[in-house]
């Protein structure tokens, strides 16, 4: 875990590459699991996750954490 301005950040997540994930399903179990490593490990209790959009992220937040989901929003 890294800290910056009050907030902490699981550096783990710049390690994990899921880019090559194509097989249906396999991304989201990927995140899953490591999701579930972050909670086990460090007790993270997320009241909401802001996302952008990422369907796979959603699954596996919901799998680990039923938290609310914010999703980015880009005006044009």
Avoid: Q
Avoid at 65 to 75: A, D, E, R, V
């Amino acid at each position: 875990m890294a800290e910056h301005n009050n907030a902490g950040f699981p550096l783990s997540y710049c390690l994990l590459m899921t880019a090559t994930a194509i097989e249906a399903g396999r991304r989201k179990s990927a995140l899953t699991a490591w999701l579930k490593c972050i909670h086990d490990k460090y007790e993270v209790k997320l009241v909401f996750m802001h996302v952008n959009k990422d369907m796979a992220e959603i699954r596996a937040l919901k799998i680990i954490w039923n938290s609310k989901i914010s999703l980015c929003w880009w005006p044009l």
